[in-house]
């Protein structure tokens, strides 16, 4: 028997009826894969690496200082602010919601009470809103996407209203009340400099607005309890404070509230009508016709990314697929023979 019989016998040819046994994704050779490959479940989450975050760093900075700057010059007639602000006043006499003398009194008494407030006034905002955008952007593309247009919206409702209607705080309106977190704390003005203050924007009330989307952000990605009791405690935390450093009224929390839920209505439409890199799309080509299909926005041009599949039978490659409250995972496909991958043109 000749050599090449012998080889036959050992590796005998399927016949036409027979379909050859699957070929394990992962014992595809790696020289069969192209320089430019299709991307990993975790090139697609983390996009970009450290230049994405840095470009997200440098457009919501961007974001802040035009938002400050812009508050800053729309400061309006001091006489019709404070006038304002006492009428605000009045009209939460009437309701009953004036609470802001009485809390004033509770807290400013002892240091027990006043320096916690001061601080969740000052550390609870915008350093948690920076540690969640962050830890979103790493984790949960699409919520970070959500949460940073519901602000940036929601920021610019409430310039408007700044310019428009300017309104000062408890502490400016003459009517005994103590700016706390300026007597007590230099921390706050670094955080927040003096210049890209505007004193008379009172309402509505983002500190407690702001820190409700967060809250409502952190509730839906995570299932931790300590997460969700954070979710929850803060905005209650914040709306208190911003009322005992005597920096808002109790309705401005009320507006700041209904201010941000707006942004994220918005924000919520923008992304199901597929705008703002909120949508991505397969190319399935079938026939010669490129088709394009909807996909888990967390993946895809928004990275400026696009994945291909291949026309022949056995080309398909591994999608990434979003497995519940996790990151992608690769899910493999069932090749039906020998294939060498390679990069859809």
Known sequence: MSENDRAQDRHPAPSSGDAPDPVPAHHVPAHHVPAHHVPTPGELVHGGGWVEVARQFVLISGAALI?????????????????????????????????EAGMQAVFGATRVLRTPANWVYIWLHWPVIVVTLFWLHHRHRRDYYLLRNAMF????????????WPVAPPRLIGMGFVDTVTELSTSYR?????????????????????????????????????????????????????????????????????????GLWAASR????????????????????????????????????????????????????????????????????????????
């Not at 919206?153 to 428009?164: E, P, Q």
């Not at 405690?233 to 509230?257: E, I, K, Q, R």
């Open 67 to 99: 938002y400050f700057g812009v508050r800053g010059l729309t400061e309006g007639n001091v006489q019709d602010a404070v006038q304002r602000g006492r009428a605000i006043l009045e009209a939460e006499a009437a309701i009953g919601l004036d609470l």
């Open 153 to 164: 919206i929601s920021g610019a409702i409430g310039l408007v209203i700044f310019a428009v």
């Open 190 to 262: 670094v955080l927040q400099p003096p210049a890209l203050v505007n004193r008379y924007a009172a309402v509505p009330s983002l500190h407690v607005g702001w820190n409700v989307l967060v809250g409502f952000t952190l509730w839906r990605v995570s299932a931790n309890r300590a997460v969700r009791a954070f979710a929850v405690f803060s905005p209650l935390v914040m709306a208190v404070a911003v009322v005992a450093t005597a920096n808002h009224y109790v309705l401005d929390g009320c507006a700041g509230t209904i201010v941000a839920l707006v």
């Open 270 to 345: 923008i992304e199901r009508n597929g705008l703002l890199g909120f949508r991505s799309a397969v190319r399935r080509r079938k026939g010669g016709v490129i088709e394009d299909e909807p996909v888990d926005p967390s993946v895809g041009d928004q990275f400026g990314q696009v994945i291909a599949l291949g026309d022949a039978p056995g080309e398909q490659q591994a999608l990434p697929v979003q497995a519940g409250d996790g990151p992608l995972v690769q899910k493999a496909s069932v090749y039906h023979g020998p294939v060498e991958l390679h990069a859809a043109r």
